[in-house]
C-alpha cells in the first residue's frame, strides 16, 4: 500500500510527531511510505489560472509541490497533519488543500481514482478539542468531495508533547501498522 504524508508543522512538534509514528507503524508491515514537510518546501498559493481545467490533472504552478500530484494519484492513503494558527488550519497547509482544486476536472469531477482514505491530523494549543472542530470540518469535507473517505480526523491539543503521550503514540503506530 502506498502511504503520502505531508506535514506544515514544526519539524518536532506535535502533528509532525503523530505523524512520523504513524508512519513508522506503517513501515514495519512494508508499507511504502513518501512524506513531504511543508516548511522544508518552496510552495506557492493557487492563484486561480484554471489552467489545470486543461490538463490531464495536477496544478501548473512549477514549484517544490510538481511530483505531489503524480504521488497523490497513485496513494492509497493521504496523510496530512497541520498546527492551528489563529483558529484555523496553518497559512501552508491551506495552500497545498487549496491546490487540490486542480484535482478536478472543468465540471467539477474527481480526477482521483477511487478508493482512497484520509487521515487527518490537526494540533492545536487549546485542550478542549471541539473548540475548532467545525473549522477543521470544512477542509476535511472539501477533500471528501475529491472521492478520498475519511478514515482518521484527529484533533490533539493541550500542552503535553505529542510525543511524550504514550498512549497518543500507540494510537498513531497502530493507526499506521493496521492501514
Ligand atoms: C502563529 C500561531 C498561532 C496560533 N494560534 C493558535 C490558536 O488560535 N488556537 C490554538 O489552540 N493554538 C494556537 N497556536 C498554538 C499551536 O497550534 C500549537 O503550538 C500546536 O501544537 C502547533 O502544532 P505543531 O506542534 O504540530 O507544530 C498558535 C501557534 C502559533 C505559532
Not at 1 to 26: D, P, W, Y
Not at 46 to 69: N, S
Request: glycine share 10%.
Amino acid at each position: 500500500m502506498k502511504i503520502l504524508a505531508v506535514g506544515a508543522g514544526r519539524q518536532h512538534g506535535n502533528s509532525n510527531t503523530i505523524i512520523r509514528e504513524i508512519l513508522r507503524g506503517a513501515e514495519s508491515v512494508s508499507h511504502e511510505i513518501k512524506f513531504y514537510d511543508l516548511n522544508q518546501m518552496d510552495i506557492k498559493g493557487c492563484r486561480g489560472c484554471y489552467a489545470c481545467e486543461k490538463t490531464e490533472y495536477g496544478c501548473v504552478i512549477q514549484d517544490d509541490l510538481k511530483p505531489y500530484w503524480k504521488d497523490l494519484m497513485k496513494a492509497d492513503v493521504l496523510i496530512l497533519g497541520t498546527p492551528n494558527y489563529i483558529y484555523n488550519i496553518s497559512g501552508q497547509m491551506k495552500m497545498l488543500i487549496d491546490r487540490h482544486y486542480s484535482m478536478k476536472d472543468r465540471y467539477y469531477k474527481p480526477r482521483l481514482p477511487k478508493g482512497k482514505r484520509g487521515i487527518y491530523i490537526f494540533s492545536q494549543g487549546d485542550s478542549n478539542t471541539e473548540t475548532y472542530r467545525s473549522i477543521y470540518e470544512t477542509y476535511v469535507k472539501y477533500l471528501e468531495s475529491h472521492g478520498i473517505e475519511t478514515l482518521k480526523f484527529w484533533v490533539y491539543g493541550g500542552s503535553i508533547p505529542a510525543g511524550e503521550d504514550t498512549l497518543t503514540m500507540k494510537e498513531a503506530y497502530e493507526l499506521g501498522k493496521n492501514l
